[in-house]
Nanobody, 123 residues
Framework: QVQLVESGGGSVQAGGSLRLSCAAS????????MAWFRQAPGKEREAVAA????????WYGISVKGRFNISGNAANNTVNLQMNSLKPEDTAMYYC????????????????WGRGTQVTVSS
């Protein structure tokens, strides 16, 4: 089992930026994949971005592509999400995930989750 703790959320104006961080601990193996999801009230949990540390491959949800950037350090089990040009529709609880076994953009494919960090973007 991996324990994940997110940080960096807050309230910003539209067009602003935030940088989220996630630190993972525990587990027998280094995490090869980590991801960020988000969920707004009344909506499904949405895939935001993921990274494959082994191949340096990244994936992004259509709604954030070109605005967000995921990075991290597999050796330290950390992942970051740089969010730029934020929009009110980006408002959500953002969750860090690890332990992939399936399609990256499916929340059900991830084994370990943090408790989330709130991001609020005002117009």
């Amino acid at each position: 089992q991996v324990q994940l703790v997110e940080s960096g959320g807050g309230s910003v104006q539209a067009g602003g930026s935030l940088r989220l961080s996630c630190a993972a601990s525990g587990g027998r193996l280094l995490n090869r994949f980590m991801a960020w999801f988000r969920q707004a009230p009344g909506k499904e949990r949405e895939a935001v971005a993921a990274i494959n540390f082994g191949t340096s491959t990244t994936w992004y949800g259509i709604s954030v592509k070109g605005r967000f950037n995921i990075s991290g350090n597999a050796a330290n089990n950390t992942v970051n999400l740089q969010m730029n040009s934020l929009k009110p529709e980006d408002t959500a609880m953002y969750y860090c995930a690890a332990g992939l076994s399936g399609a990256w953009d499916s929340a059900a494919a991830w084994r370990d989750w943090g408790r989330g960090t709130q991001v609020t973007v005002s117009s």
